[in-house]
T-cell receptor
Framework: QKEVEQDPGPLSVPEGAIVSLNCTYSNSAFQYFMWYRQYSRKGPELLMYTYSSGNKEDGRFTAQVDKSSKYISLFIRDSQPSDSATYLCAMTAAHGSGNTGKLIFGQGTTLQVKP | DAGVIQSPRHEVTEMGQEVTLRCKPISGHDYLFWYRQTMMRGLELLIYFNNNVPIDDSGMPEDRFSAKMPNASFSTLKIQPSEPRDSAVYFC?????????????FGQGTRLTVV
């Protein structure tokens, strides 16, 4: 079993829809959770960064972390065609725990937002 | 800062040849990661360094793969001999961690094709 599981999709939605992307994980030592966006033929770019449980909002994007369920989500409101990309979740353990700094990614979910 | 710089951007080589991929991390970053990305397996962590020291190379697929970081501003990933199944996009990323957590920044990747 992989440490981080993410449905690869593809996910296709109409413009303006609310998008929900999710990951589950198995390692309870993970404390830092990230979402990366990757456009075709580009490197991943950091989109959202959260520590421990809770919500974080940035414009149309909201990241949620539920450590009790080992489940993280990314919501995109009012989705735009420019949001079409692959979204990867990533996580790492707390400083001082084993393998500090080891950044593990999910498979990535391909999203297409149709005009 | 120019970001993480990788070279070459594209590499086409024949099976059996040696391939060397290069990475210049962001100045001041103390972690460096090498990832491989394929459609089938997603983004896989190959090896990562902390302060130029390899911390975890458990993702390196075979002895044909080796990585070095002779100083804080340069790292190489070498494949010798190369095989067609090594064809993938190889990404280098760097981050700065103090209290834990990781905001890793990626290069544009090297697209390797082994024929």
């Amino acid at each position: 079993q992989k440490e981080v599981e993410q449905d690869p999709g593809p996910l296709s939605v109409p413009e303006g829809a609310i998008v929900s992307l999710n990951c589950t994980y198995s390692n309870s030592a993970f404390q830092y959770f990230m979402w990366y966006r990757q456009y075709s033929r580009k490197g991943p770019e950091l989109l959202m960064y959260t520590y421990s449980s809770g919500n974080k909002e940035d414009g149309r994007f909201t990241a949620q972390v539920d450590k009790s369920s080992k489940y993280i989500s990314l919501f995109i409101r009012d989705s735009q065609p420019s949001d079409s990309a692959t979204y990867l979740c990533a996580m790492t353990a707390a400083h001082g725990s084993g393998n500090t700094g080891k950044l593990i990614f999910g498979q990535g979910t391909t999203l297409q937002v149709k005009p | 800062d120019a970001g993480v710089i990788q070279s070459p951007r594209h590499e086409v080589t024949e099976m059996g040849q040696e391939v060397t991929l290069r990475c210049k991390p962001i100045s001041g970053h103390d972690y460096l990661f090498w990832y491989r990305q394929t459609m089938m397996r997603g983004l896989e962590l190959l090896i990562y360094f902390n302060n130029n020291v390899p911390i975890d190379d458990s993702g390196m697929p075979e002895d044909r793969f080796s990585a070095k970081m002779p100083n804080a501003s340069f790292s190489t990933l070498k494949i010798q001999p190369s095989e067609p199944r090594d064809s993938a996009v190889y990404f280098c990323a760097s981050s700065f961690q103090r209290q834990g957590g990781s905001k890793a920044f990626f290069g544009q990747g090297t697209r390797l094709t082994v024929v």
